[in-house]
Nanobody, 122 residues
């Protein structure tokens, strides 16, 4: 079982910056992928950025060049540095991880955090 705790959301003016953190704890062998999703009111949840255990990264086109995802594997923590924020970045941001739980098989399970609100407004 994996428990995710997110932090770092808040209210920021357009052009500002925020840094989100998500720490994984619990009983697991390893975490393959750690990522951030977001969901704005009335819209579907969408991938923002993801990072593998070897630090390969993937970004939504809308955030490329503005957001940076990093992982600290020793701390089982993923960060999302968000710069040049725009009002359209306003959403609830969710952490998601893909973790292998058991040494008895190669199954990978998905876990979600509780979400943290990011509001970009003047």
């Amino acid at each position: 079982q994996v428990h995710l705790v997110e932090s770092g959301g808040g209210l920021v003016q357009p052009g500002g910056s925020l840094r989100l953190s998500c720490k994984a704890s619990g009983s697991f062998l390893n975490i393959n992928v750690m990522g951030w999703y977001r969901q704005a009111p009335g819209k579907q949840r969408e991938l923002v950025a993801a990072a593998t255990s070897t630090s390969s990264t993937n970004y939504a086109d809308s955030v490329k060049g503005r957001f940076t995802i990093t992982r600290d594997n020793a701390k089982n923590t993923v960060y999302l540095q968000m710069n040049s924020l725009k009002p359209e970045d306003t959403a609830v941001y969710y952490c998601k991880v893909a973790a292998r739980i058991s040494s008895q098989n190669s199954l990978v399970y998905m876990y979600w955090g509780q979400g943290t609100q990011v509001t970009v407004s003047s």
